[in-house]
């Protein structure tokens, strides 16, 4: 299952408004929760035509608003200048994409205009206000400039009720609500909730100077996604699912059409997975780099592979297939022999080329630590790079070596005290080779052995890896080792390791992070006295598993969890899945009785336990939670159920991340480390069984 927030979803938990050195102590302390809302997160750099300037974003925490803003920001290549570029109190600023002529910097905002929602915005590098470029109705999602800088390629959503001229009147009674009719196979989306209506994501030509928009393709039946232009401004390619039945599937094909209004689209692949991602046009606009998925029925357990496809239909190649490690993001080098992609590798994510002739690999950053995002332009490269000890910065990626251009975050890091966070391996008991992390907290002395938590990531296709992470640092804070487990279903390890796990889920997990704690008792990092475990998303559900397999721990908490998959079988996102790995339930009743072990052994469990979740979550909705809470509640098992309104899978309100911080906080101090918790907060959410 792929119950796990995206990557901006689990950052959100630590961005925060400007940080004010003046305003904190000297001294270095270890981190707070208070020191988390000072975070800000670097993000979507873009490289100018000329290779001079690197615009960016920038997100931090309004805490009086209670969200998360987000700005422009432009940095020099040399790293001597880094500029603000817009200013959001209420609104923020996304997307910047320059023209290609550089005379503009456009970006997307929902600010007050003249026309209504997200639009495009554009900032004239010789100065004045940004002024809003278009003026489009229904949901703009994506736009592209055309090579010539004349047009503009949108991708737009019609809304499916159009907005009415009485809908306008101020004075308005408020309408009643409506019934929602469905009659779709994948009706539920996680923030989109209930799927209804027939419009599509669609790609249209907006013209810059005459503000004409014209619909791109003769194909309204389809969603249209992820378009580039070609280089020489003659063609667009994009991705989408053409087959007959579309909502039953998850295939999806590149697409090629001419860059006029009303073109017929060629579709280039034909592979029955996923054919898409982030594609990219040689620089001779003759090939197309893209992503090709695993096959279907390993949707949850994907590893994307680079391959290459001709624009005149020749039949794709894969590059990657002999690399066994899932890849994305391709770029192409500018004499177009070449392209780089960044690579999910054992605990590391980082740039590789890969030769276009040969398939031959070079790995292009030696040292652990995690590439997010990378761009480049006139021959210069920057990536967004993050270690264990450092959060996210920008670095200009020149002969071979990380050069830092920003330097936020840097003020408030010098200020704390931070756990150091080192690797470790262990056997599961079929001789499977496991690795891990394990944080220590700041200060740690050899030897010492430490209260432990058991942290398990979400996915399960994906990895903890060498990156700053502020959970492990609260965690290591406050006194605690960290371990995160790798299990089998985890990234960065292959295709065998990801799909060990095929309709088999909490059998080799809870098998390999049984195997790293009792190696971290081991090697003396743990006190097997004062353990704990605890997860969100897939990792709740590895949680339930694993309390019900084993008692040692002294408490648990399970965020956004189920412990007996059938619950959810319609009721949830992954209806795919569920009909694919599983099958139907009644084709398949003892997998989801064997599935549902954390529910009918829950008389085994005897970890008092924390479940949440959000009441919107459509994800892993919260009757996942509800049904194991009730089941403690039954067998007298201490436990809590919080739930969090208006909160879907991964959170946005920076109040309520604080609240699930504390209430972890105190859950594992009363029950691991037997201290009195603190007072409940003073606007708690919604919360039963206390």
Known sequence: MSRRPSLTALLSVVLAAGFSAAQTPATPHPITLDDIFKFQDVGDPQVSPDGQWVAYTLTRVDTDADKRLTDIWMVSWDGSQDIRLTYGQDTSANSPRWSPDGKYLAFTSDRPGKAKGTQVWVLDRRGG???????????????????????????????????????????????????????????????????????????????????????LTNDSAHDERNAVWSPDGSKIAYVSNHDPDWDRTINTDVFVVDAKPNSVPKKLTDFKGEDGGRIAWSPDSQSIAYLQGSEPKYEEYNLDQLAIVEADGAPPRVLTAKLDRAVSQPRWAPDGKSVTVLVEDDRSEHPLSVDISSGATRRLIDEPGVATTHNDANGHQVLIWTTDSAPGNLFAFEDGKLRKLTNHNDALMAQLKIGTTHDLTALAKDGTEVHALITLPPDAVAGQKYPMLLRIHGGPNGQDAHSFTIERQLFAARGFAVLNVNCRGSAGRGHDYQQAIFADWGHHEVEDLLACVDEAVKEGYADPARLGVGGWSYGGILTDYTIASDTRFKAATSGAGV???????????????????????????????????????????????????????????????????????????????????????????PSFVRDRYQRYFDWYDKWVLGKTPAPAPANPPKATGN
């Open 563 to 653: 412990g007996n998959p059938v619950m959810l079988y319609g009721v949830d996102q992954y209806i795919h899945q569920y009909d694919t790995e599983l099958l139907p339930p009644w084709k398949a009743q003892e997998t989801y009785v064997k599935l549902a072990y954390p529910l009918y052994h829950a008389d085994r469990i005897k970890t008092p336990t924390l479940f949440m979740g959000g009441d919107k979550d459509f994800n892993v909705p919260l009757n996942g939670g509800e049904q194991m809470y009730e089941a403690l509640r039954s067998l007298n098992v201490p436990t809590e159920l919080v739930v969090y309104p208006g909160q879907f899978h991964g959170f946005t309100r």
């Open 129 to 215: 206000e940004a002024r809003q470029l278009t003026d489009v109705k229904g949901h703009l999602d994506a736009y592209v400039w055309s090579p010539d800088s004349k047009k503009l390629l949108l991708n737009i959503k019609a809304d499916d009720e159009p907005e009415k001229a009485d809908d306008k009147k101020a004075d308005k009674k408020e309408e009643k609500p409506k019934p929602i009719v469905i009659d779709r196979y994948h009706f539920k989306q996680d923030i989109e909730g209930y799927l209804s209506g027939t419009n599509r994501d669609l790609l249209y030509l907006y013209d810059i100077d005459t503000h004409k928009l014209d619909k």
